[in-house]
């Protein structure tokens, strides 16, 4: 364009340069957000601003925001001014290059971490130094120390570590008591989506750590992060965040709230490895969540009732989780699942909790694999769910008046497979269940290894061992409709005269005096007097009382290899 309208047009956008404010504005303290971060501006002592040279004027929370959004430099050419709130003068701007600054960080909290403050006066910075023992800066070394604290490639990363390049050019930021990022909540939010956040041994004491983007927050030497006995430690809200080698403690008890060492709530492809968690409400809490892993951890609480206490891995309405190799002990129940599907848990040893080792209700197609529950109050409870697997697991010394190792509750096409009961009060209790396929189980000095309510249905038990157990099957009722074949009895009698390795005489597990006992509980007293023995041997003579249709009519001679020890 040339001639005279090229020269107007170049006259009008001079005259509306003039017209634009050279300097700042008031900032909307509780009305904007950062044009950085993008987090609320609510503090008046740490605020900043730019004036662009077209007048437009961006507001940030902090010193920390503002230096970040030069260091871009994406548009740093169009910057005509910057400003920084006076900390003794709120509500008051200082330019930046001429405003003295004082790091302090254990003096004020600046909202990213760094303890940056700035004041417009020799005599305001002395009065800050003697209030806090910090460090005097110029413009240069803040934006220098900004610098550092934002981007860091440490020595320690492994070679086989995945490329920040692939993660949207992530950043790593180091977190360490008195270095420049000194929270952990700050480093989430000066992250970059796919950071690498490496957490420096010391105890961390913050508001709970919202991590709300997909990041790596990973321990080195197991640092420590204290709720101080009042509130959740951290909660995830973002797909794809890796928690990893950290240590949490002390979450106080709530009777209001489902206070948690790590909440993860309506995320997705998380993983909560290698952590440490003592004297929590509830340890890893997972709601609404796909495809999660929680695995390595250990979790340990000293509540002495089950009302103060939480679950120690709790599950809600999740959707292909893996729990593995964890450790829970001193919770309420140690493993908690409910409205799961297609979960599984496996390897790991869950003992000495308050209530159940674990507890699951309506949860389809889940399987349980490989597991110990040691110790609990009532071992492993397991209601209203379908077509359910639990192979390879040990149900150990799971004691007392009203306990098990394993009950089945409502349930429909569960399958219990190559499994170890031993020294439980009772090892199998199904009540309501249907269509039980219970295989190549040891069940191994119990008081009583298996016992079917009569609402229990459609049962298969076959290729098990009892051994050593008080009673081996017991009932309420005349009739079953369960099925034993192929079973090992130690109690049994019979012979083999073909020599199949099958007993030639059928037997009939259920002891009449079981069913006694069943009936008139203070009974037990008489178990091991001689009349208790000559009622035995009268009913395998002439059965007459037990139920007809429990019985095996082809008992194995010898135990099943490798499960009877």
């Not at 110029?138 to 604290?149: K, N, P, Y």
């Not at 390049?165 to 420049?180: K, N, R, Y």
Request: aromatic share 8%; proline share 5%; hydrophobic share 40%.
């Amino acid at each position: 364009m040339h001639g005279p309208r090229a020269l107007v047009v170049a006259a009008s956008m001079l005259a509306l340069a003039a017209c634009a404010p050279a300097g700042p504005r008031p900032i909307a303290y509780g009305e904007a957000e950062c044009d950085y971060c993008r987090m609320g501006i609510s503090d008046p002592r740490f605020g900043a601003e730019v004036v662009m040279r077209t007048g437009a004027v961006r507001e940030f929370d902090s010193i920390e925001c503002l230096v970040s959004y030069l260091l871009e430099g994406s548009d740093s050419a169009a910057v005509r001014s910057v400003w920084v709130a006076d900390f003794r003068r709120p509500g008051t701007l200082v330019p930046a290059e001429r405003a003295r600054y004082l790091r302090a960080p254990g003096g004020p909290a600046s909202p990213m971490g760094l303890g940056i403050v700035a004041v417009g006066s020799a005599a305001d910075e002395r009065a800050l130094r003697s209030a806090f023992d910090g460090e005097a800066m110029d413009w240069t070394q803040v934006r220098g120390l900004v610098r550092h604290a934002r981007v860091r490639v440490a020595a320690e990363i492994p070679h086989h570590a995945p490329d920040a390049s692939a993660h949207g050019g992530a950043d790593e930021i180091e977190v360490a008591p008195g270095g420049p990022v000194s929270r952990i909540g700050d480093a989430v939010r000066l992250a970059r989506p796919g950071a690498r956040i490496l957490v420096r041994p010391g105890v961390y004491r913050e508001p709970t750590i919202l991590v709300d983007k997909p990041v790596r927050i990973e321990g080195v030497g197991r640092p420590t992060l204290d709720g101080e006995g009042a509130r959740q430690i951290m909660t995830v809200t973002a797909d794809d965040v890796t928690v990893r080698g950290l240590r949490f403690a002390h979450v106080g008890t709530s009777y209001m709230q489902d206070r948690a060492a790590i909440k993860v709530v309506e995320a997705a492809n998380c993983a909560i490895v290698d952590n440490q968690i003592d004297d929590a409400f509830f340890g890893i809490y997972l709601a609404k969540v796909t495809g999660c892993r929680v695995e390595g951890n250990v979790l340990r609480a000293t509540k002495s009732t089950e009302a103060a206490s939480g679950n120690g891995i709790h599950l809600w309405s999740s959707r292909e989780v893996l729990v593995e190799r964890n450790r829970i002990a001193g919770h309420r129940d140690g493993i908690y699942l409910e409205f799961g599907r297609a979960d599984v848990v496996r390897d790991n040893v869950s003992e000495d909790n308050l209530r159940y080792g674990m507890h699951f209700m309506y949860s389809d197609s889940c399987h349980y694999l490989g597991n110990t529950f040691r110790r609990n109050q009532a071992g492993v409870a397991v209601m209203y769910s379908k077509v359910v697997e639990m192979t390879g697991n040990r149900f150990e010394s799971n004691w007392g008046s009203a306990s098990y190792g394993l009950l089945l509750k409502e349930i429909a096409d569960a399958t219990v497979r190559s499994n170890q009961f031993t020294r439980n009060t009772v090892g199998l209790f199904a009540d309501g269940a249907s269509r039980i396929d219970a295989r190549d189980n040891a069940f191994t000095d119990n008081g009583w290894a298996v016992k079917l309510l009569s609402s229990t249905y459609d049962g298969t038990f076959m290729g098990n061992d009892f051994i050593g157990n008080t009673f081996d099957v017991a009932t309420n009722g005349r009739e079953s409709e369960n099925a034993f074949a192929g079973n090992y009895y130690d109690t049994y009698r019979g012979y083999d005269l073909d020599r199949d390795g099958f007993g030639d005489v059928p037997h009939r597990p259920v002891r009449l005096f079981s069913m006694i006992v069943e009936r008139n509980a203070p009974t037990l007293i008489l178990l091991r007097t001689l009349f208790v023995g000559m009622l035995d041997a009268a009913e395998r003579v002439i059965p007459a009382l037990t139920p007809e249709t429990i019985v095996d009519r082809h008992p194995a001679m010898h135990p099943h290899t490798g499960r009877a020890a």
